[in-house]
Structure formats: structure tokens, C-alpha cells
């Protein structure tokens, strides 16, 4: 066995880490506690398992009055485009998640000029299409409800800082991981290069003899 053709299995081992790095996924629980007069991002995460099946996702976002039983539509994010159904909403509703992709995992929005009327429930779905082969498909759906709280001034909660701690946390475990295996990687190929080696220079040895 040549250097090269090790060389380049090992190149392609850490691009493929690489890749899985990059599309790593943490599912967090949303903030909270919002302040007047001022933006606030509408949490929701929906991490895929199974990262080597191809997916299309499309999100739904619906918004329940404290005073009211039903929710009603408030914003629809597909096929790259969003739309603001609810007019209390209007001109005020950003799309902050996955972008240049059918594959959405992030369906986080934006709220600008926050109000006080804004305080309530909101409930994000994600409505997830597998797609296994071309005639083989299953259909998932994700919800996610929590309320909202609107404050003059804000007030940040410990659950809402250890939630962004674990966030870190995770992403820095992952790394550590990511180096550990490449290392292990590594020395795997350079000891199986080394044997290959000696075995080639020990044939070499046996027909200089005959």
C-alpha cells in the first residue's frame, strides 16, 4: 500500500468531519421574556436524526391570544419564502432560520417593535417530508408551544443563561470529539502505512536473497 492513496483517504476522512461539523444541530428551549419596543427572536429547532436522508420541511407559526382557546395562523416559512398571515403582525415578522435549503431544521423568526399585545402563545410546527427513495416517503411533524411575556425592561432568566451555557457546552464537546477522532484517524493510517512499509521492504529483501 502507496502514501498517496493514504493520504487521500485521510484527506477525505476530514472533510467528512468537517461536513459533520459544520451541520451539527442543538435543540435549546426558546427564550421567553421579551421587551417592549424592541426585537426578539421566536425560538424553534427541529434537529433531523437522520442526517443522510434527504428531507423537505416547511414551517408554520400560529399565535394564541391570553383571552382565547383557538391559536390562529400567523406565519408560513416553504420553498425558500416566507409569508405573514396575521395582520397584528404585519411588517414585523423576519424569517431568522435555515436558509438556502428545502431541508429546514432552524424555523426561528424575528419579531420587531415588540408589544405588549404580542404576549401569548405561540405554537411552531415543522411538517418534515423523508425522503427514503424516489417512491418511498414518510411525513413528520414537530410541534413546539410555549408563552411568551412581555416586560418594560428585561429580566433574563437563569433557565434562559444555562440554556445558552449547554448551547456552547455542546458545540465545544463536539469539537473536542471531532479532534479526538482525527487523531485517532490519523495514527490508524500512519501505523497501517508503516506496516505496508516493512512488509514491501522485507519482500524486497527475500527476492535480493533468492
Same mark, same amino acid.
Given at each position: ?47 433531523? @436524526? ?11 407559526? %400560529?399565535? /394564541?391570544?391570553? *383571552?382565547?382557546? !383557538?391559536? =390562529? ?11 405573514? @398571515? ?11 432560520? %435555515?436558509? /438556502?435549503?428545502? *431541508?429546514?431544521? !432552524?424555523? =426561528? ?102
Amino acid at each position: 500500500m502507496s502514501a498517496a492513496p493514504e493520504h487521500l483517504l485521510l484527506l477525505l476522512l476530514l472533510a467528512l468531519l468537517v461536513l459533520q461539523a459544520n451541520g451539527a444541530c442543538v435543540e435549546l428551549e426558546p427564550d421567553t421574556e421579551a421587551v417592549a419596543n424592541e426585537g426578539f427572536k421566536l425560538g424553534c429547532i427541529s434537529c433531523k @436524526m437522520r442526517s443522510e436522508v434527504r428531507a423537505v420541511a416547511s414551517v408554520n407559526w %400560529s399565535f /394564541k391570544d391570553p *383571552d382565547k382557546n !383557538d391559536f =390562529s395562523p400567523m406565519y408560513r416559512y416553504s420553498d425558500g419564502a416566507g409569508v405573514i @398571515m396575521d395582520e397584528r403582525f404585519a411588517d414585523r415578522l423576519n424569517w431568522r432560520g %435555515s436558509k /438556502k435549503t428545502k *431541508d429546514l431544521q !432552524d424555523g =426561528s423568526i424575528y419579531i420587531t417593535n415588540v408589544t405588549f399585545q404580542d404576549k401569548g402563545t405561540y405554537l411552531c410546527t415543522f411538517s418534515r417530508k423523508l425522503i427514503y427513495t424516489e417512491t418511498f416517503h414518510l411525513e413528520r411533524e414537530y410541534k413546539k408551544e410555549f408563552v411568551m411575556n412581555v416586560v418594560p425592561r428585561l429580566t433574563r432568566s437563569l433557565a434562559s443563561i444555562l440554556s445558552e451555557v449547554m448551547m456552547y457546552v455542546s458545540i465545544i464537546g463536539l469539537q473536542v470529539w471531532l479532534v479526538v477522532e482525527m487523531i485517532y484517524c490519523y495514527r490508524k493510517i500512519a501505523a497501517a502505512g508503516e506496516e505496508a512499509l516493512r512488509e514491501s521492504a522485507s519482500r524486497r529483501s527475500s527476492r535480493w536473497l533468492l
